[in-house]
């Protein structure tokens, strides 16, 4: 199988539709961004940059913005990047362009929808039943990516032929991707670590110290991987770039939007004005809610999410919480 690398359209123009158009655009003659600002789209166009979002980047000439998704008809490749809270409204748009048939649609956002509890691969299929769907995720801040720092990522996808060639296309010198079959253990990875990455900056802000972070990381694993197996993933693919990769990145790096607002939580701050601060999006925020619910749909024992889920939608203070979390029952470390 061989994919057009005429041209390829990102829908999303915040971080990481800027960190993968910058990838992308050393693969394919042209990139198509398609954004919901049109300041933004105008300094892509005529600046070459997206200082809100990512200060540090230029984009290449060959990258340009537009407001209408009209520009994705001539993409061989259309990527949705934008939080999942919109993709079923976008997914609804790009089915009335009337993609052809062989577009490749990649989803690279990192949720479940709260209303259906969804994955984002599955809502894309949803209303683009004839196109071949994928997915990409892994431990990729998307400040690191655009400057070209050494990077691994997953591809998802379920036919092999498609999978491989998209690894072709989703690699450069610093970024290197691997294949795997299992988008729902890649899309539950990427959801549930977002709660996870909150609760190690909360304990952050609290100052509980790097014993108690590594806890959360190694009981987080357990618990992602409780309940996305649950939900339809694979164990090992909790153990891979996906799963543990993304968790680890978000709960020790600084890039992270979702332990940035946890940290400000452990520091006594107010959900809604973290949330209006940030200026770009915590997926953690209504993801925590998501998880939650599709956690005691599935039956699944998740002390740490429910814990966060307390924080942000019960009023629970984070100390409560931790408090709560280290005197729980006694348990054995493997059930
Ligand atoms: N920032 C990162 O390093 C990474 C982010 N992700 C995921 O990618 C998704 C997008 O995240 P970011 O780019 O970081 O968010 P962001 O907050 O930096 O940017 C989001 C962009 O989407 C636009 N947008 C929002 N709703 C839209 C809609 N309905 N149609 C078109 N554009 C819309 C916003 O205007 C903004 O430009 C999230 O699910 C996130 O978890 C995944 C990997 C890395
Ligand atoms: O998913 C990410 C890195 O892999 C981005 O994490 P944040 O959304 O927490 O910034």
Redesign the pocket.
Known sequence: MTIDRTTAGIVGTG??GSGLASLLAGNFKQINMIGNHQETVDEINEQHTNKHFLPALTLPENVHAFMDLEALKECSIVLVVIPTSGVRATAANIARLGLAKETVIISCS?GIEHATGDRMSSVLKEFLPDNPIAVL??????EEVSQQLATCAVIGAEDEALALELQKIFSASYFRTYTSDDLAGIELG?AI??VF?ISAGIADGLGLGDNAIAALVARGLAEMTRLGVALGGRTETFMGLSGIG?LM??CY?S???????GKALGRGGKLDDIVNSLG?????VPNTKSIYEAARKANVRTPLIDAVYDILYNDKSSQEAMHELLNGDMRSEIE
């Open positions: 971080s990481w990192k995720s892994g431990p990729n801040h998307a990427g670590k977002n990455a993304d990145v978000t790096s890039h992270s939007r979702n332990n940035r607002v770009m999006v915590a997926e953690g």
